[in-house]
């Protein structure tokens, strides 16, 4: 299962679905209550970003409800949740193998056309942690960004921020990870 999704501005305006930071809904709640509620694939692949090591670890606040808005943080600190959520999982259910992966600034429609990674690249590392049997693919914990294992922010790996963001997470959406 790959979970796919970004969302940062759109119209250049703030998006909220009932005054919560749609980047959020997106990019974090809707990975994490579709793990929640499937049934254990082998493989679980999250789309984090590179932007993902400007996100601040901080939970007091996820939904952006208290402090002023800011897009470019809400979107960093979004990724720095599902990576973290990649590393959870990888820790909590070991017989899934599951990873974190930069795709790359590619010149999507949300990269845009100044993004300087290959588009033919941005695929790529998803797809072969997805249906490899190379022995680097099935390794779980990982952040991966073109094929190649990077360190993480240090929340990323981090067991008791991990712990602390499922338990956030959990009360949000009233869905317990099993």
Not at 142 to 148: I, N, T
Request: aromatic content about 8%.
């Amino acid at each position: 299962m790959i979970h796919s999704a970004g969302v940062y501005l759109e119209d250049q305006r703030v998006v909220t679905v009932d005054g919560h930071a749609r980047v959020l809904a997106v990019n974090v709640l809707a990975p994490y209550m579709l793990t929640a509620l499937m049934h254990r694939p082998a493989r679980l692949i999250y789309l984090s970003s590179m932007m993902h090591t400007l996100g601040s670890p901080r939970l007091d606040d996820v939904e952006w409800t208290t402090r002023p808005w800011h897009p470019a943080q809400a979107y960093g600190d979004s990724k720095l949740l599902l990576a973290a959520f990649a590393g959870a999982i990888a820790r909590r259910w070991p017989d899934v193998c599951s990873s974190a992966v930069d795709p790359g600034w590619v010149p999507t429609r949300m990269g845009g056309p100044g993004a300087t990674d290959d588009l033919a690249l941005g695929h790529v590392t998803q797809c072969w942690l997805a249906v490899s049997n190379d022995p680097m693919a099935t390794t779980s914990g990982q952040y991966w960004y073109h094929q190649e294992i990077q360190r993480p922010a240090d929340a990323v790996t981090d067991p008791e921020f991990q712990d602390a963001m499922l338990a956030e997470l959990a009360r949000l959406t009233g869905v317990e990870l099993p």
